[in-house]
């Protein structure tokens, strides 16, 4: 787990790169919620090191430098203070084989669908096409693209767009933020996608008021987090 850490690395850069390699106890340790006695042991023990007293100073200066980078967490607070949410069911993913003609094929489609107001989103990675969309559209979709070129088709899903103020565009984290959360609450995210101010997940049919209610909760901790700062 520690390959990467030098050789010839420091205590004190020891000690960083296990509290960087843990989310959770560098979450801790950035709000001064953790033991530093219990933190010190459990890292001598994990990295070999033999100085107590040393990895404890080591975390507590790590701490203080964390600490400073709260600013940047209320700034994602901010972000979604001024956010809302937008739900929409019967959701589908087509993944289809990442092929020229996929492409072109879906070009006309597309435009079709400008023309009725219908609205899909299409991902291109480097082994496949994912197109999300209403799950009316399925089997247009599936026609267009050529059932020979579909890789897998996923049904019963629920979309859930986190919209968010311009201010995102420009702001780290929001996206790590809520997907932890999500996470956190034993949420399987099918597929994830950002579009300018809009974050957008999908989940399935049976996570969808869970996780409509871990979002709304980020969104509304965020808002009292903001109003009781002083400034």
Not at 130 to 150: C, H, P, Q, Y
Not at 181 to 189: E, F, M, Q, Y
Request: glycine letters at 2%.
């Amino acid at each position: 787990m520690y390959k990467n850490i030098p050789k010839d690395a420091s205590l004190a850069e020891k000690t960083r790169f296990y509290i960087d390699s843990h989310p959770s106890i560098k979450d801790c340790v950035s709000k001064g919620l953790i033991n530093y006695s219990s933190l010190a042991r459990l890292i001598m023990k994990e990295m070999d090191i033999d100085n107590e007293e040393a990895v404890m100073i080591a975390c507590r200066r790590y701490a203080s430098r964390l600490s400073v980078t709260s600013e940047h967490e209320m700034s994602i607070l901010r972000i979604l203070k001024d956010s809302r949410l937008e739900m929409r069911t019967k959701t589908c993913i087509v993944t289809a084989k990442n092929d020229w003609t996929v492409l072109h094929k879906m070009d006309n489609l597309f435009k079709d669908l400008w023309n009725e107001n219908s609205i899909m989103q299409c991902v291109q990675s480097a082994s496949a096409v994912t197109i999300i969309a209403d799950k009316m559209l399925k089997e247009r979709i599936m026609d267009t693209v050529g059932r020979f070129n579909i890789i897998k088709v996923r049904e019963d899903l629920v979309e859930i767009a986190v919209k968010s103020p311009e201010k995102i565009v420009d702001t780290s984290g929001v996206i790590a933020y809520l997907i932890t959360n999500l996470s956190d609450a034993g949420i399987n995210i099918e597929e994830t996608v950002s579009c300018h101010t809009d974050t957008i997940f999908i989940v399935g049919e049976e996570d969808m008021i869970d996780a409509y209610a871990v979002l709304t909760k980020c969104i509304q901790s965020a808002e009292t987090i903001v109003k009781e700062q002083p400034f």
